[in-house]
């Protein structure tokens, strides 16, 4: 199978023609996060039934065709573990991909493999061998070498066969849907990512007050912009334990501002003006304006029937083969809780009694909580060594 670097822009709209043609392609991407405030694109890789070709995107620098592509519905694009893949298609063509199947998130929902890395899921699915990855290249330096070419196209060489070999056993299992409505529900939540309020999820926010939470916000907000202007990682503008610190310190002037530790930076120092801005203008906000403490008295007991939920969950995807970091997360878990438990009902139903996710666990989670379960164990050499049993209050039924 011929393979090159495509350097021409020419050469790399006829590819795209190619792609086209074909209808369906492997794709995936190497790139460098650490310097720059969205992740520099530095490879693009592809792979069809007849080709493999890298792109060099550093000398073709108009990739239209391609995300265009990638948001085409009529062309199918695999990729494994590819969210930074679809982050990039919603940056440069302005739309989610339309036909996009995740080998990585396939494997998750007929194993409890997951995530799976690339060269694990090949010789899982495919019985062979690869060379690994070039984990410690520099993606932006050039010439690239031939080497550094082949094991980027290695990454794209066996997805088409993992994705059709996955798709038969899917469907086989009764699960294709799920893997297809998987894929979208990913898209969908990284399309809205940039609409959340990415602020709460910084980590220690969850003692602050409301009006520690409006300066959390307001602080977050100027990091934002100023790593977008400088083309910086967000995290070397400012700390995000340094935000918390300062929320809770709440400084009126540079001497005091500095004297938090670590903020003894000359890049600091310089900042320490815009800083302060954002401080006091969280902390003129009047009540109505400050952004609500999601904590309530319950949270306690919210945690521990969050850890029962999870015991029941990692035996029933144990039984049912599918991976329960795919299924559900320890904050799905107490979304669920809060909802069937203390009838907070704000917001969407919870994830874990949609679509494919309440066909595994919906019911039996539900029952967990109604006291409709006994739970013994069976066998403690089994995989999923429990039974979860329904319960009519005298004897299981």
């Known amino acids: 199978m011929p393979h ?34 969205r992740p520099a694109l530095c490879l693009l890789q592809f792979a069809t039934r007849t080709r493999r070709v890298a792109v060099d995107p550093l000398c073709v620098t108009d990739l239209g065709s391609w995300w265009r592509l990638m948001a085409d519905s ?45 060269t694990a899921l090949v010789n899982r699915v495919l019985g062979l061998r690869t060379q690994g990855k070039e984990t410690r290249t520099d993606w932006r330096h050039r010439p690239l070498t031939t080497r550094q070419i082949d094991y980027a196209l290695e990454d794209v060489a066996h997805l088409l066969d993992i994705w059709n070999s996955q798709k038969q056993s899917l469907s086989a299992r009764g699960r294709l849907a799920w893997a297809e409505a998987e894929f979208r529900r990913t898209i969908d939540e990284l399309h809205q990512e940039q609409s959340r309020e990415n602020w709460r999820r910084l980590p220690g926010i969850q003692s602050l007050s409301a009006r520690e939470l409006a300066v959390v916000r307001a602080l977050h907000a100027w990091r934002e912009r ?27 002037d540079v001497n005091d501002l500095l004297a938090t530790r670590d903020m003894n930076r000359s890049d600091y120092r310089r900042q320490a003006p815009a800083m302060l801005a954002a401080v006091e203008q969280a902390c003129a906000l009047p009540p109505g304006d400050l952004p609500p403490v999601k904590r309530t008295d319950k949270d306690q007991d919210e945690q521990i029937l969050a850890q029962l939920l999870a015991i029941a969950l990692a035996n029933r995807c144990s039984q049912a083969e599918v991976a329960m970091g795919l299924v559900g997360t320890t904050a799905d878990l107490k979304h669920l809780v809060r909802w069937h438990v203390y009838g907070d009902h704000n917001g969407s139903s919870p994830r874990l009694m949609q679509g494919w996710r309440s066909e595994v666990c919906g019911a039996l989670l539900t029952d967990v909580l109604a006291g409709r379960i006994a739970l013994r164990v069976n066998d403690p050499q089994s995989e999923h060594p429990l039974i979860f049993e329904k319960w009519n209050g005298e004897s299981p039924v």
């Open 4 to 37: 090159r670097l495509v350097v021409d822009q020419d050469a790399f709209e006829e590819l795209c023609e190619h792609i086209r043609s074909e209808g369906e392609v492997a794709f995936d991407t190497e790139f460098i996060s650490e310097f720059t405030y």
């Open 74 to 118: 009529r062309v199918l694009t695999v990729v494994h573990g590819g969210r930074e893949e679809v982050r990039f298609c919603l940056r440069y063509a302005s739309s989610p991909p339309l036909n996009l199947a995740d080998v990585q998130i396939a494997e998750g929902l007929q194993s409890r493999a997951f995530p799976l890395s690339y």
């Open 226 to 252: 100023e790593a977008f202007e400088r083309d910086r990682p967000a995290r070397k503008v400012l700390r995000d334990d340094l935000i918390i610190e300062l929320a809770r310190r709440q400084p009126r």
